[in-house]
């Protein structure tokens, strides 16, 4: 595995695969790797003749009092990882070569990208629309692998993809989960001891909205959301930052569940956030 911290490195590297005819999957990351990572890579591998993975903590995507100073980084155990499941690269930029000085150009979603988790973490967003297209830029994958935990992520992406008739095409894998169900993240290890325990609470609500519809045949959609809310309310030290049931292409929320649906929520335990969603479906 090749450890490219260079732009232009990465670009040259790109372009003699595009010679010989080769196929590219690319899996961003900001590090800390999971075995949700290591779903996308796998897919990357078996679907592609070479895949990059990238490690870029992006200062754009975290507000003022967020926790980019202190996310989780271990550059050394990564490259062990990359290099077991036999990535051909491993992109590794710096903040300085990503946004030189002068930098000014970004890339916003207009309505997408402005509820739900964008209503939490204002210009979020902005910044993972920016950042994702510049490695699109650099990297020019013919295929990108990202997981369902994002879900509003991957709607943002995939309509940025689409209206800048970009030649990539994005890929979504389910979400990995420990054996308790919580949804596998970098953050999981802000949580204490007792958070740990209480945090496979946020998936068990959210199968709760899953049984209602896909099992007793519920179709209003606040009295799902509802459901959730109450079963999370249950556990003081959660604080609940949003439940919504929303359509899968514009995340506007819904009032009756008719076809594909996506039930999302964020809470707080601690100063942790964790979020969380399942997709429903009325067959």
Known sequence: MEIVRRILRMKEIVRGWHRQGRTIGFVPTMGYLHEGHLSLIRESKRMTDHTVVSIFVNPLQFGPREDYDRYPRDLDRDVEILSRESVDVLFYPSVEDMYPPGYRTYIDVEGLSQKWEGASRPGHFRGVATVVCKLFHIV???????????????????????????????????????????????????LSPEERTVAPRLYQ???????LVQEEGERDAEKIVEAVRSFLAQEPRIRIDYVALVDLEDLEPIETVRGPALLAAAIYLGPTRLIDNVTLNTK
């Not at 992520?153 to 054996?179: A, G, H, T």
């Open 140 to 190: 020019q994958p013919d295929f990108a692998f990202f997981g369902q935990k994002d879900a509003q992520q991957f709607v943002i992406l995939r309509r940025m993809v689409q209206d800048l008739n970009m030649d990539v095409e994005l890929i979504q894998l389910p979400i990995v989960r420990e054996s308790d169900g919580l949804a596998m993240s970098s953050r999981n290890v802000y």
């Open 205 to 211: 609500a959210l199968q709760v909205g899953r049984r």
